[in-house]
């Protein structure tokens, strides 16, 4: 079955360094992937997405390229501010051009940025 | 748009009561999905609707658990009866397409 295994953490910077957070995935058919986060105490909410092959998604100086021949996923940004502080998901829906939406999620990594 | 509304936002219980969570999705989407959130187990897919008919509960961990969706707008998950171990953080989440938007969710602690 389909399955996203990420850098399990925690990973702990100070501001300003460069962030880079492994993702991986295994799926049968042609997934999008997708980046969520969750502040503290709140819900996951999308932070990026891709839906094919070496498209690039990004969003508040996050990016991730969509890698297909090394199945991976992975999260950077140039530049951590202590607001980034949050866990992060990498997860996978493989709808295969039907109707399951399921996604299939990493087991998060902790982010913590001090100033 | 107000986003997915759970309710409660907390609920403090005692072993062997019911507990019901309530969902409101956002208007127009027609998956519905029940997930837990554990320290030790992570994020766990519980259940989802599509069209407010349930397509996979394979993730309901016991009989205890149930969840309905009787109509586009609202759906419940119930535990009947709750355990210690049934405490964590419970989201809802809904979507029209592949991305999903997430409730704050509701933190269940059972005594």
């Avoid at chain 1, 503290?40 to 996050?62: I, V, Y």
């Amino acid at each position: 079955g389909d399955s996203v295994t990420q850098m399990e953490g925690p990973v702990t910077l100070s501001e300003e360094a460069f962030l880079t957070i492994n993702c991986t995935y295994t799926a049968t058919g042609y997934p999008s992937l997708f980046w969520y986060v969750q502040y503290p105490g709140e819900g996951l909410q999308l932070l990026l997405k891709a839906t094919k092959a070496d498209d690039k998604g990004s969003n508040k100086g996050f990016e991730a390229t969509y890698r297909k021949e090394t199945t991976s996923f992975h999260l950077e940004k140039g530049s951590v501010q202590v607001s980034d502080s949050a866990v992060y998901f990498c997860a996978l829906s493989d709808s295969r051009g039907g109707s399951n939406y399921k996604l299939t999620f990493g087991k998060g990594t902790l982010l913590t940025v001090n100033p | 748009d107000a986003g997915v509304i759970q309710s409660p936002r907390h609920e403090v219980t005692e072993m062997g009561q019911e507990v019901t969570l309530r969902c409101k999705p956002i208007s127009g989407h027609d998956y519905l999905f029940w997930y837990r959130q554990t320290m030790m187990r992570g994020l766990e897919l519980l259940i989802y609707f599509n069209n407010n008919v349930p397509i996979d509960d394979s993730g309901m961990p016991e009989d205890r658990f149930s969840a309905k969706m009787p109509n586009a707008s609202f759906s419940t998950l119930k535990i009947q009866p709750s355990e210690p171990r049934d405490s964590a953080v419970y989201f809802c989440a809904s979507s029209w397409g592949e991305t999903q938007y997430f409730g704050p969710g509701t933190r269940l602690l059972v005594l």
